[in-house]
């Protein structure tokens, strides 16, 4: 069946280091990756999307790759802050039934 | 920018009641979802609707059923609650996938921690 997988459930990176957050796909192809931040007690809100035949996005200190050999989907925050400390959620387009990942807790430590 | 709102931020029921859960976006999106977050599961879809008074089956549709009959509110209906749905629902719009290049950003609103007893 198709999926969408985010192998660590928390991740904790040194403050002003660079946080990088996986996502792979099983059984899919998707036409585009997005992902997704969430706040305790709040619902996700969308920061980037990286479509199949680009290799990489940007948006101030986010980064995110796509790699359709691997079948991932790599989201790196440079020079991390506390302030990014969230759940960060991947989600594949082009199914509407296909929902997202279960997320990576990001802890960032002062 | 996008609003959506849900009625409730926080619902106490008790077993057995009619629970309704409202869902109202303001940017004309056709498509409409409903989610429940559990710790360790994710988000998990429990029906979306992709025009008024159309409806599918998300992965857990058991013990709920929706309706939508204008486009901008969907509503979640849990006909008799229970304890196992204690959970935090969230609702979220997004346009309808267009050919070529179109992407489908789904935007969530604030949800509601409902509380079965």
């Known amino acids: 069946s198709q999926k969408i997988e985010q192998n660590s459930e928390a991740l904790n990176i040194q403050e002003g280091k660079t946080a990088t957050l996986t996502c792979n796909y099983t059984n899919y192809s998707p036409a585009y990756l997005q992902w997704y931040r969430q706040d305790p007690g709040r619902g996700p809100v969308f920061l980037l999307l990286?479509?199949?035949?680009?290799k990489e996005k940007r948006k101030e200190r986010l980064k995110v790759t796509f790699d359709t050999t691997l079948k991932q989907s790599l989201f790196h925050i440079t020079a991390s802050q506390p302030a990014d400390s969230a759940t960060y959620l991947c989600?594949?387009?082009?199914?509407?039934?296909?929902?997202f990942g279960t997320g990576t807790r990001l802890t960032i430590i002062p | 920018d996008v609003k959506v709102t849900q009625s409730s931020r926080y619902l106490v029921k008790r077993t057995g009641e009619k629970v309704f859960l409202e869902c109202v976006q303001d940017m004309d999106h056709e498509n409409m979802f409903w989610y429940r977050q559990d710790p360790g599961l994710g988000l998990r879809l429990i029906y979306f609707?992709?025009?008024?008074?159309?409806?599918e089956k998300g992965d857990i549709p058991e013990g709920y059923s929706v309706s939508r009959e204008k486009k901008e509110r969907f509503s979640l209906i849990l006909e008799s609650a229970s304890t196992n749905q204690t959970s935090m629902y969230l609702c979220?719009?997004?346009?309808?996938?267009?050919?070529?290049?179109?992407?489908?950003?789904?935007?969530f609103g604030p949800g509601t921690r409902l509380t079965v007893l």
């Open positions: 609707s992709y025009d008024v008074k159309m409806k």
């Open positions: 990286i479509r199949e035949n680009e």
């Open positions: 989600r594949g387009g082009g199914n509407e039934k296909l929902t």
């Open positions: 979220a719009s997004s346009t309808l996938i267009l050919a070529g290049g179109g992407d489908n950003t789904q935007y």
